[in-house]
């Protein structure tokens, strides 16, 4: 089984629409985190937002935010106000176990997002 | 992340050759990665290192090797690059609430 799933292959959306995309992962460990990059055509991974496992509250940064449902096992990112750069490839992926990072990060497919004016 | 810089960016080398890329941080980072993106697979891991000579394997490891004598520098080595390794190879150096990645190397077997 897949341990992060990206359902949406792509997304058509209008600029200054809030965009939401998906995330289901995969997990029996306790302790695991949560991150979205995005990958515009240029190539580069930056990186956008955090979750940890045993965060209370919904990770944001500046127009993004994460929905994080711990019981539905959903990371979903919320980009609000779209602006014709967002449109680049998003990837989701988890980090699991409590080895402070040892084992690098699980990867979903990506979703492919573009704005449109 | 400006503090993780990969080189080559590019290289087109033969079938059979060794070939090696550099990665280098400024940041200090303990954990170091590297990861290969391929269409239709996604990213995914080949080797980590959890500090200075400790190093592991992951998902996709057969065919490379890694080393790291010192914390700044993360090194991959083809033994043998066949076609199947032309890919984007990215480093990434992180902590358990961060990751960030280098520029890529886009690697051609040829």
């Known amino acids: 089984a897949q341990k992060i799933t990206q359902t949406q292959p792509g997304m058509f959306v209008q600029e200054k629409e809030a965009v939401t995309l998906d995330c289901t992962y995969d997990?029996?460990?306790?302790?695991?985190?949560l991150f979205w990059y995005k990958q515009p055509s240029s190539g580069e991974m930056i990186f956008l937002i955090y979750?940890?496992?045993?965060?209370?509250q919904n990770a944001t940064e500046g127009r993004y935010s994460l929905n994080f449902q711990k019981a539905r096992k959903s990371a979903n990112l919320v980009i609000s106000a779209s602006q014709l750069g967002d449109s680049a490839m998003y990837f989701c992926?988890?980090?699991?176990?409590?080895?402070?990072?040892?084992?690098?990060?699980?990867f979903g497919k990506g979703t492919h997002l573009i704005i449109q004016p | 992340d400006a503090g993780i810089t990969q080189s080559p960016r590019h290289k087109v080398t033969e079938t059979g050759t060794p070939v090696t890329l550099r990665c280098h941080q400024t940041?200090?980072?303990?954990?170091m990665y590297w990861y290969r993106q391929d269409p239709g697979h996604g990213l995914r891991l080949i080797h980590y290192?959890?500090?200075?000579?400790?190093?592991d394997k992951g998902e996709v490891s057969d065919g490379y090797s890694v080393s790291r004598s010192k914390t700044e520098d993360f090194l991959l080595t083809l033994e043998s690059a066949t076609s199947s390794q032309t890919s984007v190879y990215f480093c990434?150096?992180?902590?358990?609430?961060?990751?960030?990645f280098g520029q890529g190397t886009r690697l051609t077997v040829v």
């Open positions: 992926a988890m980090r699991e176990g409590q080895g402070g990072g040892a084992d690098g990060l699980t």
């Open positions: 290192s959890y500090g200075v000579k400790d190093t």
């Open positions: 990434a150096g992180g902590s358990p609430g961060e990751a960030f």
């Open positions: 979750q940890g496992s045993y965060d209370q």
């Open positions: 940041e200090n980072h303990r954990y």
């Open positions: 997990t029996s460990d306790p302790s695991y985190g």
